[in-house]
């Protein structure tokens, strides 16, 4: 089978790597374009490394573009990350269509912040998806799904990195052989069930000091390592990117002001929320690099009775 690997990135190539060491017959590997002066995208170099013509197309209203992938003749498309828009009817023109990775349980969470949400609403499980991808927005039918727990210490980065990851490179793995056997399924998304958060920004990921713990903690983990929770200091941008809640038994006996630092020592600071507190142990200050909390304690000369806003 004739496979057309299109995607970026790590997991671009990771599936990739995988489709190789099974003895795939890859045919060519579309990436997006770097934008001015960016590095190449590590899916570019290992298919340049395995000496695979690489196409980066920057539309796919280019009629070249489609006589190009028409002249591979592919017989399938399997899309690890692609973020541009690929209209459907270049999506069929491989024999058995195309298959895309899209990190969550669809028709829960489409959009492009589809790990972050989760965490951030408090879900207790996520998951992947390799799904028949259309002219909607993640709405194709489904082909196979994975989940995965999430814990209340639970990140972005090891949701992601340490399972979704992984797992997606496996999945898309299992969806071909489904492909070539002639067994893989369609399954239409419930409609009634679907949902749809816009990316998550800057804008979603500022710290109300006012709220309770939990909705602050959820914040800082699905943010983390992107975009970032923040909070601000001296009119200046903090980014908080671990932090341990210590609730309060008692919430009218947590003294201190919202948002106000309470105790300094040599592991971090701690900052009074709504109900409780939480023990700051590593920061990005703006225009700095992400460091230990002791050490931006040092250089900022932190001390009590500062106020995050």
């Given at each position: 089978m004739r496979i057309v690997v299109h995607g970026q990135q790590a997991f671009g190539k990771a599936v990739l790597?995988?489709?190789?060491?099974?003895?795939?017959?890859?045919?060519?590997v579309y990436v997006a374009p770097e934008k001015e002066g960016a590095k190449a995208d590590p899916l570019k170099e290992a298919a340049l490394a395995a000496k695979l013509p690489v196409h980066q197309p920057a539309s796919y209203k280019d009629p070249k573009v489609w006589e190009e992938f028409k002249a591979l003749k592919p017989d399938l498309q399997v899309m690890a990350f692609v973020?541009?828009?690929v209209p459907e009817d270049f999506l069929?023109?491989?024999?058995?269509g195309s298959i895309q990775y899209h990190p969550s349980l669809l028709p829960a969470y489409r959009g492009a912040s589809a790990i972050n949400w989760p965490i951030i609403k408090g879900e207790k499980e996520t998951g992947l998806s390799?799904?028949?991808p259309d002219n909607g927005l993640d709405t194709g039918d489904v082909l196979v799904q994975k989940k995965t727990p999430i814990s209340n210490t639970d990140t972005l980065g090891t949701v992601y990195f340490d399972r979704l990851f992984p797992m997606g490179v496996e999945a898309m793995m299992e969806s071909v052989d489904l492909v070539k056997a002639g067994k893989a399924p369609r399954i239409k998304q419930d409609e009634s069930k679907a949902t749809y958060e816009g990316r998550c920004g800057a804008e979603?990921?500022?710290?109300?000091?006012?709220?309770?713990w939990e909705q602050i903690d959820r914040v800082i983990r699905g943010c983390n390592p992107a975009p970032g929770a923040w909070?601000?200091?001296?009119?200046?941008?903090?980014k908080i990117f671990d932090a341990k809640p210590l609730p309060a038994k008692d919430p009218k006996g947590i003294g201190g002001k919202l948002g106000e630092v309470v105790a300094?020592?040599?592991?971090?600071?701690?900052?009074v929320c709504a109900d409780g507190r939480f023990k700051v142990t590593r920061v990005q200050p703006d225009g700095g690099k992400k460091v230990d909390a002791s050490e931006f304690i040092s250089t900022a000369k932190l001390a009590k009775g500062a106020i995050l806003a």
């Open positions: 790597e995988a489709l190789l060491k099974r003895g795939e017959n890859v045919v060519a973020t541009l828009f069929n023109i491989p024999t058995h390799i799904f028949w979603n990921a500022k710290i109300d000091w006012g709220k309770p909070t601000t200091l001296g009119g200046k941008t903090l300094v020592d040599a592991d971090g600071f701690t900052v």
